[in-house]
């Protein structure tokens, strides 16, 4: 039987007004273990899609999934919010900064996104345990934190390469504020650019797993 959410609620809306829409699963626990979330670029619509197939997943803890964190980036196509902000450079890592190359405009401050800062105040309420953020084009499992046992467990149910490194600099990350500076464990899974349903699959399955790895 497929499994529904039990409560859907709204996280904050985006720089259009759109609601950022969040969906709890899993048992009905003391709080949220495992959080999950996709599309915080707009260009990376198999990430949501991933996110609304877990929807439908029976896992063993409390996790709340995002589908979509960037409503107006993915209405439009475009990688950055409606004020051309990359989201994941929005974080208040102690990494942020303002300089910055093309295409990776920071914002005016950390959080100055309110997506962004929908994300960060849910987090900051409910505390969960594991942090994923659902990405692409780059097939591999990234983490930060203290995330490299379950990032290597992961990947070996993906059959993804595990790395520590997207390879390249990522300051006010997601990754950078969660894990490097708030000791989280963080997964970065990067779905290919045009996934087929084997890595659907996978990557279901592969979230499943986190989810168990939260109760162990």
Known sequence: MTETP?????????????????????????????????????????????????????VTCQTVVIPILNPDGLTAKTKDNARGVDLNRNFSARSWK?????????????????????????????????????????????????????????AAIIDYPSVASVGY????????????????PVITLELPRSPVEDDFVRCVAALRHAANYVTL
């Open 6 to 58: 039990w409560s859907s609620f709204s996280i904050g809306t985006s720089v259009l007004g759109r609601s950022i829409e969040a969906h709890r699963i899993g048992s009905r626990s003391a709080g949220d273990q495992l959080l999950l979330f996709g599309a915080i670029h707009g260009d990376e619509p198999e990430s949501a899609i991933l996110c609304q197939r877990l929807l439908g997943e029976k």
């Open 169 to 184: 600099p990522t300051p006010g990350s997601f990754g950078a504020c969660y894990g490097v500076d708030g000791g989280i």
């Open 98 to 154: 303002a300089e910055h190359p093309p295409g990776y405009f920071p914002g005016t401050a950390p959080l100055s996104e309110p997506e962004a800062a929908a994300l960060a105040h849910l987090i900051r309420d409910t505390n969960p345990k594991v942090l994923i953020a659902v990405h692409q084009p780059f097939r591999c499992v990234n983490w930060d934190g203290p995330a490299e046992k379950l990032a290597a467990e992961m």
